[in-house]
């Protein structure tokens, strides 16, 4: 596979509201800040981090009455803060990992709709120190507003590429010396944690509902299966993200 260079998406514009959230993109990507509208006389004005950045910036705050606020940002739990911001949050191809070696995982999500599961995604994915997060053009949430926010700001951190064919890229990592992982629950399948996560892993999930398409399991090299113990027959597929996520962890840096 040629190596690509990584093809940026258009410029997109999008919002974040609450403390956390917009601390991060304030840190680690405040040039593509367009505005600050920020509740008077909320916390937010003496924290010390805030407090310090709005000082420092004269333009695009706006100080807005707590009812003009309030009524602007209706139903939203804002904590007196939203950033207004530009960004490429996703990528259009990956990078060529042929020559790299060690430890890599990419996490595929398939039929992710809900953005309230692929905002969780992204920020399991980012605290357990996945290499990027791989998402399809279509069958997918895609990147909202409601992704980003319910991130808690991961987003800032994480690698998100947007492929048009997620069974193509896999056979791509394959020559690559990548080994392929599918999240399902079938006779073939083993458990989760005997699958060994060390290496190179492209790991894809499913929705609930959906599961993942029939094309992309049969390209895969293994199958694993966390079994249920209740009467529920399907853990959310946030949960069971994160119990893969840190089995790998686990593989990986031990007790680190």
């Known amino acids: 596979m040629k190596k690509k260079k990584h093809e940026q998406s258009k410029e997109n514009h999008y ?6 959230g917009c601390a991060e993109l304030l840190k ?11 509740m008077e006389n909320s916390p937010v004005q003496q924290m010390t981090f805030f407090k310090n950045y709005l000082n420092t910036r004269s333009i695009g705050v706006k100080i807005i009455s707590k009812q003009n ?14 950033v207004h911001f530009s960004d490429n ?23 992710i709709e809900d953005p ?14 996945v290499d ?6 279509h069958h997918s949430a895609g990147i909202t507003d409601t992704v980003l926010q319910v991130s808690q700001g991961a987003f800032v951190h994480l690698p998100v ?19 392929t992982v599918a999240l399902e629950n079938s006779v073939q399948s083993k458990l989760w944690h005997e699958i060994d996560f060390k290496g190179k892993i492209a790991c894809v999930v499913g929705s609930e509902g959906k599961g993942i398409r029939q094309l992309i399991i049969k390209s895969c090299d293994f199958l694993a299966t966390i079994p249920m113990k209740g009467r529920i027959g399907s853990l959310n597929v946030t949960a069971a993200v ?8 686990r593989q990986v840096h031990g007790n680190q």
């Open 69 to 82: 606020f309030l009524n602007k940002y209706q139903g939203l739990r804002t904590q007196g803060i939203v």
């Open 242 to 249: 994160s119990a893969i996520l840190f089995e790998r962890n």
């Open 116 to 129: 309230q599961n692929l905002g969780q995604i992204i920020r399991s994915a980012e605290c357990a120190g």
């Open 161 to 179: 590429y947007i492929v048009g064919n997620i069974r193509n890229t896999l056979e791509d990592l394959k020559k690559q010396e990548f080994w």
């Open 89 to 111: 949050i996703a990528r259009y191809s990956l990078p060529d990992y042929s020559k790299q070696t060690g430890d890599i995982f990419l996490l595929f999500a398939d039929n």
């Open 15 to 20: 919002r974040i509201y609450g403390i956390n």
């Open 28 to 38: 680690h990507r405040k040039n593509q800040v367009q505005s600050i509208d920020v």
């Open 132 to 137: 990027g997060l791989v998402i399809p053009k």
